[in-house]
């Protein structure tokens, strides 16, 4: 009975979670009806939930438009996350000029769940380059900043991790995948960098590496990119792979500062 209790006390978290999950910028207010299509749950399960999150002040509630928006108790599961938009607030400057000197696009990027998430991204407005903005999601396994995430993980939580990906039938989870990862983790042990050469898109070249500081909670991920005919994979090793480390460096050097004030 105790375990049967425990497992449906794991089983509303899970979903509370879920319906907090659908709130965004593009999304700011939900009903009950678009909460359900957007979680799979009955809309009596969801109207429960959302009842809860109002009283715990986790959810705002509307009744002139029937709708919920976040409430101010959810920044106190932000901490970490507000940390890291500090990193990317200090980071932008110099991240933003390097992004105007190549041509490249330049991200940095933490993984959230089953998925890296990107914080900020620069791009140049003169040279020709591809864009994706801060918020966008990209796979873990063939990207270069999932990869660096991964070699950058103790064995114990790469595994961990690995194992979710398989369970959650990764698409990239394949012999040929984790052949791909362990050459990558290997390129990492080695040179403190991770590529991904046409593997996550066809058209597009990619190199990462980490950005370490006393105090990090998070492993934050530093890429250059870019369309696979301007960043050619021997732009990327003879030049822009010792560009970013020195980025990775700089950032570095500049949070370390940050945290010790």
């Given amino acids: 009975m105790a375990e049967q209790k425990k497992s449906d006390s794991v089983a509303a978290l899970t979903r509370g979670l879920e319906i907090l999950r659908c709130f965004s910028a593009r999304e700011p207010r939900l ?5 359900s299509a957007l979680t ?7 109207s429960r939930l959302t009842k809860t999150l109002v009283e715990h002040g986790y959810l705002r509630h509307e009744p002139g438009q029937r709708k919920y928006s976040v409430g101010p108790s959810v920044l106190a599961l932000g901490y970490s996350a507000l940390a890291n938009l500090r990193v990317a607030d200090l ?24 998925s890296m998430l990107y914080l900020e991204s620069c791009s140049s407005d003169t040279l020709l380059t591809f864009r994706m903005g801060r918020g966008m999601r990209l796979p873990i396994m063939s990207t270069s900043i999932g990869r660096a995430l991964l070699a950058a993980l103790s064995q114990q939580e790469r595994q961990f991790l690995l194992e979710s990906l398989r369970q959650h039938n990764d698409p990239d989870f394949t012999p040929a995948g984790l052949m791909a990862l362990e050459r990558e983790i290997s390129r990492y ?73």
């Avoid at 046409?198 to 950005?211: F, I, K, M, R």
């Avoid at 492993?219 to 003879?238: A, D, M, Q, R």
Wanted: charged share 15%; with cysteine.
């Fill in 31 to 35: 009903s009950n009806s678009e909460l």
């Fill in 40 to 46: 799979g749950l009955p809309k009596s399960t969801v």
């Fill in 91 to 114: 980071a932008r400057p110099p991240m933003q000029a390097l992004a105007d000197n190549t041509g490249a696009l330049i991200s940095l990027a933490v993984r959230d769940r089953l």
């Fill in 189 to 261: 042990q080695d040179e403190g960098i991770c590529l991904s050469l046409g593997e996550w898109h066809a058209d597009v070249n990619a190199a990462a590496t980490t950005v370490r500081w006393p105090g990090a909670n998070d492993v934050i991920v530093l890429s250059i990119s870019g369309p696979s005919f301007l960043i050619t994979e021997e732009i990327l090793k003879e030049t822009l792979i010792q560009r970013l480390k020195q980025l990775s460096q700089h950032i570095s050097s500049q949070l370390s500062s940050f945290s010790m004030l």
